[in-house]
């Protein structure tokens, strides 16, 4: 399958910093790209859709101006947490996707965000 | 949007012997369900799946079953081993292309 790495891997930082996690498709021009958060031992949930060129897709109850995505390239978005509280701490996980008849999405390595 | 529900959340079963995972979903135009195991602090892994035009689909020890009528599909695992002890999560796709996560089954397989 295609190759999706994060950056970081982890990263802790002070309540009230913002913090850009990059998702990149390495192999595969991937159309869409979705962001996950993942608090422990819960399912992953759907955040945003993030289309190449396009704003955003927020999910029901996602602040948009709180997580800023920003998709320049089929190969690369990033996800910007603004002003990170305690209770953003949470695996962030992004997926890229192709479209069309080829349903799979490849998962990046995702981010574990501690927010002091 | 779409609602899956997944049961049971916990599961343990003797080594040899079968596990079965059930999801239902609540988007009847949702057409791509995939199974996945993640284990912990790793990313989801798709173990298999199965689109809407097919009822059932077998990969070795693992089957996936579909019923679109009743809107809801099955995970099967046969012969389990301690290396399949992990956490899997089932999906929908809509037709919007996301993808929505049932909440989870914790399975342990006891040697």
């Known amino acids: 399958g295609a190759v999706v790495s994060q950056h970081p891997s982890r990263v802790i930082c002070k309540s009230g910093t913002s913090v850009k996690i990059e998702c990149r498709s390495l192999?595969?021009?991937?159309?869409?790209m979705f962001w996950y958060r993942q608090f422990p031992k819960q399912s992953l949930m759907l955040m945003a859709t993030?289309?190449?060129?396009?704003?955003?897709?927020?999910e029901q109850g996602v602040e948009k101006d709180k997580f800023l995505i920003n998709h320049a390239s089929l190969t690369l978005s990033t996800l910007t947490v603004t002003s990170a509280h305690p209770e953003d701490s949470s695996f962030y996980i992004c997926?890229?996707?192709?479209?069309?008849?080829?349903?799979?999405?490849?998962f990046g390595p995702g981010t574990r965000l501690t927010v002091l | 949007g779409e609602n899956v529900e997944q049961h049971p959340s916990t599961l343990s079963v003797q080594e040899g012997d079968s596990a079965v995972i059930k999801c239902t979903y609540s988007?009847?135009?949702?057409?791509?369900f995939p199974w996945y195991k993640q284990e912990l602090g790793k990313r989801p892994q798709l173990i298999i799946d199965?689109?809407?035009?097919?009822g059932e689909k077998k990969d070795q020890r693992i089957a996936v079953t579909l019923n679109k009528t009743a809107k809801h599909f099955s995970l099967h695992i046969t012969e389990t081993q301690p290396e399949d002890s992990a956490v899997y999560f089932c999906?929908?796709?809509?037709?919007?292309?996301?993808?929505?996560f049932g909440t989870g089954t914790s399975l342990t397989v006891i040697p």
């Open positions: 997926s890229a996707y192709g479209g069309g008849s080829y349903n799979e999405q490849f």
């Open positions: 988007d009847s135009a949702s057409n791509y």
């Open positions: 993030s289309n190449e060129g396009s704003k955003a897709t927020y």
């Open positions: 192999d595969f021009q991937a159309t869409t």
């Open positions: 999906a929908a796709q809509n037709t919007g292309n996301q993808f929505y």
């Open positions: 199965i689109r809407s035009n097919v």
